[in-house]
């Protein structure tokens, strides 16, 4: 029985089922398509908070937007398109905005096993995170001890992870297990601004601020055997979570494209709802270039991470005093998020079309059979990391067919937030987190006390429950649940 429950800032959104929460299609408000939102009770009141709905609504208006607006269930308030947002635009029609990509091109997750257990780790716990702290570069505006400029940023900028891996950092096998093989084809650093090349060419394999962390966690549950053995996970055992994204560089390309799409917008004359959700046609050549420049800033991204799981596979040698053999450290998977691609949906029972898909604070979810996974995986979906915050549990998932008739083809990329950093700061002190976190056997290692509380998990949503709908949804569900026990942060 639907149940219509309290206006929620410009829009009435109707209950439809446990999960799933509708703001109906309004022509009086330029809407094209409805929004969809996939949220328990608790967690859209939470939403309900922030602007998270009215800015779902709003991407509802943009030109070529079809079939509906996805939020999911980590959703908040972000720069245009809410966090946790998902869009289909007509690849000929539609637009591309760069406000629904985000800052953060291609912030993403990568996890990585080993053959260790707690009891082996816990007594150099504090070791190895203080290496992994001195060996990876982290904070704002850190700089990287391997430069990267001229055409040998360009020959990056294009080929992404497999540059990195012939280059000395990794393995062949690492490529094989990312989205995309680390690499989009149609970057073009040609696209790209001199500003952005310069901030990139210090960054690269540094983790940043933020949200970004480098987690030494544990297996603690097993909920899908099948899957955790074909990924090497098993119960209680040490893996790596590692979240970062293209530092200054995505941060800069998203910026000086904004700035495009906002002059193109005021010299064509076409009105938006919201100066944020600044785009251009996705046939423009404003479109096509600020793709290639996107594309570039992906690559990037994963190149970054790439470095970053070189430095952290010889930590863990140089600490537990073990050889590569037997540590064991394989990639199981690197999965993005703020991202835009062109892909193949079906929409209305009008069969399959080719659309842009924005993802921003999303992460794939493809199913079994999809030609876009790895063969490894090919037989059991796409591998998924949901993110928890410092003291709180990280999952892994798996694609499940019920994503591409739900959400593209998409789920949740973390808890979300609930609090802003300016809230955290006023509420919580260094100690008070750091002590929180000691009391769960969580050593932590972070540049600066104002980062740490500002990502203290109380600002976050409940990662478990985020979890629990897209589960209960069969948009992606349960493999393991992992815990930290060691963390580093800017």
């Not at 995505?250 to 494209?257: P, R, T």
């Not at 404003?286 to 596979?313: P, V």
């Not at 140089?318 to 892909?343: C, F, G, P, Q, W």
Request: charged share 25%; with cysteine; proline share 3%.
């Amino acid at each position: 029985m639907k149940n219509l429950i309290t206006r929620v800032g410009n829009h009435e959104v109707v209950k439809e089922g446990d999960f799933r929460y509708v703001v109906k299609k309004d022509e009086s408000k330029g809407m094209l398509v409805p929004v969809t939102i996939y949220a328990d009770d608790s967690l859209i009141s939470k939403m309900a908070l922030d602007r998270t709905i009215d800015q779902a609504a709003n991407v509802a208006t943009l030109k070529g937007v079809v079939k509906h607006v996805v939020v999911l269930p980590d959703g908040h308030e972000g720069y245009g398109f809410p966090v946790g947002g998902v869009a289909g635009m007509d690849l000929e029609e539609g637009v591309i905005s760069p406000g629904g990509v985000g800052y953060d091109i291609n912030c993403g997750v990568r996890l990585i096993r080993t053959n260790l257990r707690e009891k082996e780790v816990r007594p150099k716990l504090k070791d190895l995170v203080n290496e992994l702290f001195n060996a990876i570069p982290s904070g704002v505006g850190s700089s990287s001890s391997r430069k990267v400029t001229g055409s040998e940023l360009d020959d990056l900028l294009i080929e992404g992870v497999k540059w990195t891996v012939q280059n000395g950092y990794g393995r062949d096998s690492d490529i094989d297990v990312c989205e995309e093989n680390g690499c989009m084809k149609g970057a073009d650093p040609r696209s790209v601004s001199d500003h952005a090349r310069k901030r990139g060419g210090l960054q690269l394999g540094t983790l940043g601020s933020g949200n970004h962390f480098l987690e030494v966690q544990k297996v603690e549950k097993i909920f899908d055997e099948r899957a955790a053995k074909a990924m090497g996970i098993e119960q209680d055992q040490v893996t790596v979570l590692i979240h970062c994204g293209s530092r200054g560089f995505g941060h800069q390309v998203c910026s000086d494209y904004l700035k495009i799409s906002e002059k193109k917008i005021r010299d064509s004359g076409i009105r938006i709802v919201d100066r944020e959700l600044a785009c251009v046609p996705n046939n423009s050549n404003e479109g096509e270039s600020y793709r290639k420049a996107m594309y570039s800033a992906l690559n990037f991204a994963w190149s970054n991470r790439q470095m970053i799981t070189h430095w952290t596979r010889d930590t863990f040698e140089k600490v537990m005093r073990m050889t590569e053999a037997d540590l064991d450290m394989n990639l199981v998977y690197d999965v993005s998020h703020n991202i835009a691609k062109v892909e193949r949906h079906a929409v209305d029972g009008e069969g399959t079309r080719d659309l842009v898909i924005h993802r921003k604070g999303a992460t794939r979810a493809f199913p079994a059979g999809d030609s876009h996974i790895p063969d490894k995986y090919r037989d059991i979906g796409q591998p998924i990391f949901i993110p928890g915050s410092m003291g709180t549990a990280s999952w892994i998932l798996l694609g499940n067919s019920k994503s591409l008739e739900l959400s593209f083809g998409s789920t949740a990329h973390g808890a979300g937030r609930t609090m802003s950093r300016s809230a955290a700061r006023r509420n919580y002190t260094t100690e008070s987190v750091r002590k929180n976190l000691e009391s769960k056997g969580v050593y932590i290692k972070a540049l600066s006390r104002e980062g740490m509380v500002e990502e203290t998990p109380e600002a976050y949503k409940d990662v478990d429950s985020v979890v629990e709908v897209s589960h209960s949804l069969g948009i992606a569900t349960k493999v393991a649940r992992l815990v930290p026990i060691g963390v580093i942060k800017g």
